[in-house]
């Protein structure tokens, strides 16, 4: 089955700054890749996805890239804000039978203001 | 509400008992997911449904676990003879499959578990 590897598990950054997490997955059939910010104690919701016929998606401050030769997508979150702090998850799903959502071990973002 | 909605939201109960979960998708969506959620990790996969076939189960999936979707509509979660490890958050989730494509999973708020 697909393995969703995601780093770092923790992540603190200055108001403002940048923020980068990166995942890595297994299954070279996965082909749908949607990134989840769940709030403490709140359910997961999609911020934004990408499908493997593209490379790059953009929507306002968050931007995700996929490189598929090498298996890994990276969320990037530009200009970040205290309403940012959440824990992140990627995820990944393949097409035809078995393509239940892969989820990585989630990421602590810390948006210090 | 059209989201998915889960019920009880919070369940405590004794060890050996039985528990049932309820999850209603989202009216159009042909697939339902079920995920247990520990604290400080990501969605466990559980089993999901594609209207009302049962299309796959997690090996970690005990048989102390069953789920249904009878109708291709809601589906239910049952524990039985619950345990102390059984204690986490069971989140729900629906999405479309077509073709190809799979398209984004919208969870429930999830039911909270906790065997004493």
């Known amino acids: 089955g697909e393995n969703v590897e995601q780093h770092p598990s923790t992540l603190s950054v200055q108001e403002g700054d940048s923020a980068v997490i990166k995942c890595t997955y297994s299954?070279?059939?996965?082909?749908?890749f949607p990134w989840y910010k769940q709030e403490l104690g709140k359910r997961p919701q999609l911020i934004i996805d990408i499908r493997s016929n593209v490379g790059e998606k953009k929507d306002q401050r968050i931007a995700v890239t996929l490189n598929k030769t090498a298996k890994h997508f990276s969320l990037h979150i530009t200009e970040t804000q205290p309403e940012d702090s959440a824990v992140y998850f990627c995820a990944a799903s393949r097409a035809g039978t078995g393509n239940q959502f892969y989820f990585g071990t989630g990421t602590s973002l810390t948006v210090i203001p | 509400d059209t989201g998915v909605s889960q019920d009880p939201r919070h369940k405590i109960t004794k060890r050996g008992q039985n528990v049932t979960f309820r999850c209603d998708p989202i009216?159009?969506?042909?697939?339902l997911y079920w995920y247990r959620q520990t604290l400080g990790q990501g969605p466990e996969f559980l089993t999901y449904f594609q209207n009302e076939a049962q299309l796959e189960k997690s090996r970690l999936l005990s048989d102390r676990f069953s789920a249904e979707r009878p109708k291709g509509s809601f589906s239910t979660l049952e524990i039985q003879r619950t345990e102390q490890g059984d204690s986490a958050m069971y989140l729900c989730?629906?999405?479309?499959?077509?073709?190809?494509?799979?398209?984004?999973?919208?969870f429930g708020q999830g039911t909270r578990l906790t065997v004493v």
């Open positions: 989730a629906s999405s479309s499959y077509r073709g190809r494509w799979n398209t984004e999973a919208f």
């Open positions: 009216s159009e969506h042909n697939r």
């Open positions: 299954d070279s059939a996965s082909n749908y």
